[in-house]
């Protein structure tokens, strides 16, 4: 799996541990009182309001009283803790404190994720994250005497276990990256050493190699991916829309307007099923989002500099000279 998609496994076990964490101490008839707690920083314009806007939102939305501790997030988690104002009847710990703002600063990082890290960087974020959730789940087992220690016992076990397990599997995941990445750019270093049709024959041979991996043989889920993206950055013009998408997959979209960049500019012909391929993309994106990114505007600028006509409708980015057969097209793919 790639790491933004596990990133989310990250997340979710980060949530759950502090909400199991809370559900020890929280008083009875809680949602009372948070929402009023929350009705008031919002009234008064707190400095604090933005923490407790989404659950009076939601709490007006599905009522008081069907609102669920499985309905908060870290943030709100920590506010509470923090701050009590009479939903925790005991006092908690600095050091736990301590463990839970770190989850906190955690949350924040990634919630906060440009998409355009590189994928090391989203491996060691991931493992320092696992990391901090461990850490405070050992800081509640020692610490929080208050509550009783059959049931410190039992959490601690059951969440390091866990813990333990999403890490390894991240762990084993990044060393197959890494040995991925190192196999691919020996490969394109052997085929950048070769001129003319051995060159040529080369290059196929690895295509065909990580093309297999990926999706014959499924060993290596991203083997032929990081190829298309290390061919495309050697310069073959053959890979730059193989990268694009890839980079268009992962919400990479500032990749994504590069790569696409480089393949409609490439010296390659047939100009109009390039053109094709990419306006495609933005049409994805658009059905999603229902507004262009600023590259991508200007993406579409520069087709248009090409002698094209495109331009954005209500329901999609056609082509004036072909817009019914565009929007035909466009109609199918949000509806399959």
């Not at 703002?101 to 991931?126: F, G, M, P, V, W």
């Not at 005497?145 to 601690?156: A, K």
Request: net charge negative; hydrophobic share 35%.
């Amino acid at each position: 799996m790639h790491i933004r998609n596990r990133m989310a496994d990250v997340v979710k076990l980060r949530c759950n541990v502090c909400q199991e964490f809370l559900k020890f101490i929280i008083v009875d008839r809680w949602q009372e009182i948070l929402y009023k707690i929350a009705e008031d920083a919002i009234k008064k314009d707190a400095h604090y309001k933005d923490k407790y806007i989404s659950v009076y939102e939601k709490m007006r939305e599905i009522g008081i009283e069907n609102y669920s501790i499985e309905d908060m997030d870290v943030t709100l988690i920590c506010a509470i803790v923090t701050h009590p104002r009479n939903l925790i009847n005991v006092k908690i710990d600095k050091e736990t404190v301590n463990r839970l703002k770190a989850l906190r600063e955690d949350r924040n990082i990634t919630q906060h994720s440009s998409e355009n890290e590189e994928q090391e960087e989203l491996y060691l974020r991931a493992l320092l994250s696992l990391i901090d959730t461990r850490t405070f789940i050992r800081a509640v087992d020692k610490y929080e005497t208050h509550i009783d220690d059959e049931i410190r016992r039992n959490y601690r076990q059951e969440w390091v276990s866990k813990v333990e397990e999403l890490k390894d599997t991240i762990d084993e995941e990044r060393i197959n990256y890494i040995k991925t990445v190192k196999d691919i750019e020996r490969s394109i270093k052997e085929i950048c050493c070769l001129e003319g049709d051995a060159k040529r024959k080369k290059f196929s041979e690895y295509w065909q190699r990580y093309y297999q991996l990926q999706y014959k043989l499924k060993t290596d889920e991203h083997a032929f991916d990081y190829f298309s993206i290390k061919a495309s950055d050697a310069g073959f013009e053959e890979m730059h829309f193989f990268a694009a998408t890839y980079y268009f997959s992962i919400r990479d979209y500032e990749s994504f307007v590069q790569k696409a960049r480089l393949h409609i500019n490439s010296s390659q012909k047939v100009i109009e099923k390039k053109i094709k391929e990419v306006v495609d993309s933005l049409n994805k994106y658009y059905a999603r989002h229902n507004e262009l990114t600023h590259e991508m505007s200007g993406l579409l600028e520069e087709i248009n500099d090409k002698g094209f006509n495109y331009h954005i409708y209500e329901d999609g980015i056609y082509d004036d000279n072909c817009k019914d057969e565009m929007r035909n097209w466009f109609v199918f793919w949000k509806t399959h």
